[in-house]
């Protein structure tokens, strides 16, 4: 006796019925996931974007936009965590300075992104920079010691190479000091600033200023809306695939490889042709325990691309902020930006390798 064969229109309205059950589910699940992750803000968690209202259009299309010179907390409407900024005159997050350099000041010029342009430090004497000249002229030195604060929210270590170009050459430094964060590798990293920017000119405009000038995906936006989806990314997500394509790849904006490539060799023939040295410290970022470090294969490779610039010297910071009796995610509001305590730490780490190079302004180092 045969058994009855199904109706195949109930079976195929049972397999979508089980499809729908499944797909409620994991909606549902998803959601449920986003509410959590939301709910108890679990790190990591995505950096609000740059206040545009303190940044303009740059003509040089490789540095794309720049702080806008003489802007005043005042003068923006929401400073977000560039709270307390004021622009100088030269268009950068520091006190005036002379471009003729005083007769006996040793000039330090530090270029970098929003870590160096101190985003969520109200207080500009708090900033690193402002530290550091402090411990230099603490010394008892013969010199004087002038740091020039020429950091930049959302750069690359190309545009800090360009900086150095068409403004930190002026000021005639004798040493430069590039502070690397770990967002430094990407050509996108400017906290839609450019966005911002482009959405307050006319389309034709638009199109003719800011065609190929960033990269775009649809992952990036999903992360950028779903808490969720960030969490997720960047806790299961290993840098060395990203590292390995981004290495290698020739970016949208027309260069080979990654920005601080790139930065690296313009650096170096800067320094060579300027006859200053150039230190690069490595940042770590402040997202978990340092034991359990997620970018230390970022960092290697930062080291390997500098290993031929003979002019560039690279420190690695992980290992002094790791002996340092704080834990990491005390030292940051948000993982990346290091907060009152993270730059008082960064400014006498960077001190302790500037000092014996710096020596009786730089005399020190060619005794040895």
């Given at each position: 006796?045969?058994?009855?064969?199904?109706?195949?229109?109930?079976?195929?309205?049972?397999?979508?019925?089980?499809?729908?059950?499944?797909?409620?589910?994991?909606?549902?699940?998803?959601?449920?996931?986003?509410?959590?992750?939301?709910?108890?803000?679990?790190?990591?968690?995505?950096?609000?974007?740059?206040?545009?209202?303190?940044?303009?259009?740059?003509?040089?299309?490789?540095?794309?936009?720049?702080?806008?010179?003489?802007?005043?907390?005042?003068?923006?409407?929401?400073?977000?965590?560039?709270?307390?900024?004021?622009?100088?005159?030269?268009?950068?997050?520091?006190?005036?300075?002379?471009?003729?350099?005083?007769?006996?000041?040793?000039?330090?010029?530090?270029?970098?992104?929003?870590?160096?342009?101190?985003?969520?430090?109200?207080?500009?004497?708090?900033?690193?920079?402002?530290?550091?000249?402090?411990?230099?002229?603490?010394?008892?030195?013969?010199?004087?010691?002038?740091?020039?604060?020429?950091?930049?929210?959302?750069?690359?270590?190309?545009?800090?190479?360009?900086?150095?170009?068409?403004?930190?050459?002026?000021?005639?430094?004798?040493?430069?000091?590039?502070?690397?964060?770990?967002?430094?590798?990407?050509?996108?990293?400017?906290?839609?600033?450019?966005?911002?920017?482009?959405?307050?000119?006319?389309?034709?405009?638009?199109?003719?200023?800011?065609?190929?000038?960033?990269?775009?995906?649809?992952?990036?936006?999903?992360?950028?809306q779903s808490r969720l989806c960030f969490f997720a990314y960047h806790r299961a997500s290993s840098l060395e695939p990203f590292l390995e394509l981004e290495w290698r790849?020739?970016?949208?904006?027309?260069?080979?490889?990654?920005?601080?490539?790139?930065?690296?060799?313009?650096?170096?023939?800067?320094?060579?042709?300027?006859?200053?040295?150039?230190?690069?410290?490595?940042?770590?970022?402040?997202?978990?325990?340092?034991?359990?470090?997620?970018?230390?294969?970022?960092?290697?490779?930062?080291?390997?691309?500098?290993?031929?610039?003979?002019?560039?010297?690279?420190?690695?910071?992980?290992?002094?902020?790791?002996?340092?009796?704080?834990?990491?995610?005390?030292?940051?509001?948000?993982?990346?930006?290091?907060?009152?305590?993270?730059?008082?730490?960064?400014?006498?780490?960077?001190?302790?390798?500037?000092?014996?190079?710096?020596?009786?302004?730089?005399?020190?180092?060619?005794?040895?």
């Amino acid at each position: 006796m045969s058994g009855r064969l199904e109706n195949p229109t109930a079976k195929w309205r049972r397999w979508v019925q089980r499809g729908l059950g499944l797909l409620i589910g994991l909606v549902v699940a998803l959601i449920v996931g986003e509410v959590v992750v939301r709910a108890f803000d679990l790190p990591p968690r995505p950096l609000p974007p740059l206040a545009a209202g303190y940044y303009e259009l740059s003509p040089n299309r490789l540095l794309k936009y720049r702080f806008r010179p003489g802007m005043t907390p005042e003068d923006v409407a929401d400073p977000g965590d560039h709270r307390g900024f004021r622009i100088n005159s030269a268009g950068f997050r520091d006190v005036e300075h002379l471009l003729s350099k005083p007769h006996g000041c040793y000039r330090i010029v530090v270029l970098g992104d929003s870590i160096t342009a101190g985003v969520g430090i109200e207080d500009l004497d708090a900033v690193f920079t402002r530290r550091l000249e402090g411990l230099l002229n603490a010394d008892g030195q013969a010199v004087s010691f002038e740091v020039i604060n020429l950091g930049v929210g959302g750069y690359h270590t190309l545009q800090e190479a360009e900086t150095l170009l068409v403004s930190g050459l002026r000021y005639q430094p004798d040493h430069v000091v590039v502070a690397f964060c770990v967002n430094d590798i990407s050509w996108d990293a400017d906290g839609q600033v450019l966005e911002e920017l482009r959405g307050q000119l006319p389309p034709g405009q638009q199109s003719v200023l800011l065609t190929g000038w960033r990269s775009s995906s649809w992952t990036s936006g999903l992360l950028s809306q779903s808490r969720l989806c960030f969490f997720a990314y960047h806790r299961a997500s290993s840098l060395e695939p990203f590292l390995e394509l981004e290495w290698r790849r020739e970016s949208r904006s027309g260069y080979v490889g990654t920005p601080v490539r790139q930065g690296l060799q313009r650096l170096e023939s800067m320094a060579e042709a300027g006859g200053f040295q150039c230190h690069l410290f490595l940042v770590p970022a402040f997202d978990r325990h340092f034991q359990a470090y997620a970018h230390t294969e970022l960092h290697s490779r930062v080291l390997e691309q500098a290993s031929t610039c003979r002019s560039v010297t690279v420190v690695d910071l992980l290992d002094g902020f790791d002996a340092q009796e704080v834990e990491a995610v005390d030292l940051s509001h948000d993982g990346l930006h290091p907060n009152a305590k993270g730059h008082e730490i960064l400014a006498s780490l960077v001190h302790r390798h500037l000092k014996p190079v710096v020596s009786d302004g730089g005399r020190g180092d060619e005794s040895q």
